[in-house]
């Protein structure tokens, strides 16, 4: 029985593993702003943010952008300079999407 119930969740594991390197996989919006608020906050960008997080007191903390997209693309910064390159487009695009994966495997522990 058990051997059965394994080979369900190293399907789905394998289905998850998929999404992260899929291009079509569908985010919410709130992941989109976040890839930017880091982007705009780690490089310095000229990007017109989202209203949510412009003024003297944005209505949107900053703690979700830095915990879902800043902390993965700093590690991969950090990564490809440890092998003495930069990081490529490709690993940040799926860095985010790996902690995504990672919490949500954690989660079936």
Known sequence: MFEDVRAWYAGAAALRMAM???PGYVHPDEFFQAQEVA???MHSLGVDLA???KGAAP???GIVPYLS???PYRAATAA???I???PPAWL???APRLLALALSLLVDV
């Open 20 to 22: 992260v390197f899929s």
């Open 39 to 41: 982007a705009v906050r």
């Open 51 to 53: 209203w949510e997080f």
């Open 59 to 61: 209505c949107r903390a």
């Open 69 to 71: 997209a800043e902390l």
């Open 80 to 82: 490809a300079a440890w």
């Open 84 to 86: 003495g390159c930069s």
């Open 92 to 94: 940040m695009l799926v």
